[in-house]
């Protein structure tokens, strides 16, 4: 069944966990990881990226996702990942996306604020979640580089939740996007500080390549929602990889959607605790 972010980000809030959001940006990831989630019994975000809009069509990728949502027992989220616009945010609203992220964390802090206020009058209109950011996330994220780490000013999270009542705030802490070279360091103690003031449930991007006790550990101290996108792109690649010789377009497939379905299945075993 469809769900909001803020419905599901509640369960992960009662039960101390969080909630998966992958990174689809065809089909067979649609229904790779709606079998794990099925499976798994757990509610899961499917995230539509730029990459996914730029590569492909949004309104069909949207309409699958609500199919596939609408014939599960699980709660699913529609959203639109790093948003960089209003404008697009209007269009996944009118595609029915159920929650949207504006990344504003790379403009001035009040050119944030502003534009994370339009989108949130917008989509609260028709009861739509939206994720905001504030300290752009280091690494490449669909062509979108920040090469710096950026570790989120404290002051910053407090005047920004101050003004602005999103329904969740993705930060950073030394998580980047894209696989890491070598082990990341994440600062628990930036983490802690946040979570310590009035904000939304906290999200924790770049997840792929981020060892699990980590990522344990960012859970205990009150991270709600984790992304997770390379980790999935690259088991999929793998698996046409490994059945390519085959000549067998089926198996191939097949190969790839399954690599999917046990990567997010292990995901979502973490990310609650199993
Ligand atoms: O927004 C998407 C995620 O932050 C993806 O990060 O590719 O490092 O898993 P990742
Ligand atoms: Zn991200």
Redesign the pocket.
């Known amino acids: 069944m469809l769900a909001t972010l803020k419905e599901v980000l509640e369960i992960a809030n009662q039960r101390g966990t969080a909630i998966p959001?992958f990174?689809i940006d065809n089909i067979a990831g649609i229904e790779a990881v709606m079998e794990a989630a099925d499976t798994e019994n757990y509610p899961v975000i499917l995230?539509i990226?730029q990459g996914a809009i730029n590569a492909g069509n949004l309104w069909y990728l949207a309409d699958a996702v609500q199919r596939a949502a609408n014939d599960s027992k699980v709660p699913v989220v529609l959203h639109l990942?790093?948003g960089v616009s209003y404008e697009q945010t209007v269009v996944c609203l009118r595609a029915g996306f159920t929650s949207v992220m504006y990344d504003g964390s790379h403009h001035p802090f009040e050119e944030n604020v502003r534009e994370s206020l339009a989108v949130i009058r917008s989509a609260h209109a028709v009861g739509v979640s939206v994720e905001c950011e504030l300290g752009a996330?280091g690494?490449v994220?669909d062509g979108m580089s920040h090469d710096h780490l950026n570790l989120v000013d404290v002051g910053e999270v407090e005047r920004f939740c101050a003004q602005v009542n999103c329904d969740a705030l993705a930060i950073g802490i030394g998580n980047?996007?894209?696989?890491y070279k070598g082990t990341p360091h994440f600062d628990f103690d930036r983490l802690t500080a946040c979570r310590k003031l009035d904000t939304p449930p906290l999200v924790l991007?770049?997840?792929?390549?981020t060892p699990d006790e980590m990522l344990r550990k960012a859970i205990e101290l009150g991270i709600r929602k984790i992304?997770?996108?390379?980790?999935l792109r690259m088991a999929y690649m793998e698996g046409l990889e490994a059945s390519v010789g085959q000549r067998d377009f089926y198996k191939m497939c097949k190969q790839a959607k399954d690599n999917i379905t046990a990567v997010a299945r292990q995901k979502i075993r973490l990310f609650q605790g199993l």
Do not use: C, K, Q, Y
């Not at 980047?176 to 696989?179: D, E, K, Q, R, Y």
């Not at 991007?205 to 390549?209: A, E, L, N, P, R």
């Open positions: 959001h990174n995230s990226g990942d790093h996330i690494g994220e980047a996007h894209g696989l991007h770049g997840g792929s390549g992304n997770v996108a390379t980790e």
